[in-house]
């Protein structure tokens, strides 16, 4: 009888991704990216982007809360805030990945363009794209502004975004219109 020799015991390396945006607001969009991204990898980090730039409906804190609030189901999801490059918050997390979410056309160009960029800056994370469901290929953080300013239809508004986090939404505009 000839013995099998016994294999080398091998310890799984964590697999991280991080799925980087303003979600200002998180949209049920991103919710979806995420629940699908989440069971691909063994942690996935949501980065919540700071954009000087650009003028938010929500502070960062009150993002991450949002983002913790509609993604608390999901084990292995982490929300974390970040300044700077995406790419270089993917690096500092020691994660390889990123993961997007892309519209039908709508996103196509950018997105690509961003990833030759990422490649650019750094050629060991990959981009990993994830299609928007239908129901969900239009809908767009500002768009959602503009339809939670217009209607008081809780229901409506729930089409586009987490139901949960929908008084935040109306507290944050009305304070806004103020």
């Known amino acids: 009888m000839t013995s099998t020799p016994s294999l080398p015991r091998i310890t799984p390396v964590p697999r991280t991704a991080v799925y980087t945006g303003s979600f200002d607001p998180v949209t049920l969009g991103h919710l979806h990216i995420i629940e699908r991204a989440a069971p691909l990898f063994d942690q996935l980090v949501i980065g919540i982007g700071i954009n000087a730039d650009k ?23 982490q929300v974390s805030v970040f300044n700077g490059l995406a790419v270089d918050f993917v690096r500092s997390i020691g994660a390889r990945v990123m993961v997007r979410g892309i519209r039908p056309l709508t996103d196509i160009a950018g997105e690509f363009t961003m990833m030759m960029a990422n490649q650019q800056l750094d050629p060991e994370i990959e981009t990993v794209f994830l299609m928007a469901a239908e129901q969900y290929s239009h809908v767009s953080s500002s768009l959602l502004k503009q339809i939670a300013a217009l209607s008081d239809d809780d229901d409506q508004l729930a089409k586009f975004v987490p139901r949960e986090i929908i008084p935040f939404l109306r507290q944050r505009l009305h304070q806004a219109a103020q």
């Not at 003028?55 to 999801?77: A, I, K, M, Y």
């Open 55 to 77: 003028r938010s409906l929500f502070e960062p804190d009150q993002r991450v809360d949002l983002v913790r609030r509609v993604t608390g189901h999901l084990d292995n999801v």
